[in-house]
């Protein structure tokens, strides 16, 4: 059944590409649990485009452990979960 009000958990981007929920909240674990992230990003983006530049390696769980742990957790607690549980179990 739909939602009377034909609101959407799927969002839509600027270039109306869809938004996957789950897909976003991983992303937005990985940016709290390794807030660096980000540096290693635009490092990376410099080492495709110049190979012979050294880069730092990241740190941090990568995206798989961190959709690995969501989905366990999601697993063991069957009635549902919060983001705030997914996080703090993440973050241990």
């Known amino acids: 059944m739909g939602h009377s009000n034909g609101d959407s958990l799927i969002e839509f981007d600027d270039q109306g590409e869809v938004e996957d929920p789950f897909l976003a909240f991983i992303d937005y674990a990985r ?13 990376e983006d410099v080492r495709k485009k110049n190979p012979d530049v050294a880069v730092t390696e990241a740190s941090g769980p990568g995206w798989g452990w961190i959709a690995s742990r969501v989905l366990k957790t999601c697993t ?10 997914l996080l703090s179990d993440l973050s241990q």
């Open 31 to 43: 940016a709290l649990i390794s807030p660096e992230q980000d540096e290693f990003a635009e490092e």
């Open 76 to 85: 063991a607690y069957s009635s549902g979960v919060t983001a705030a549980i």
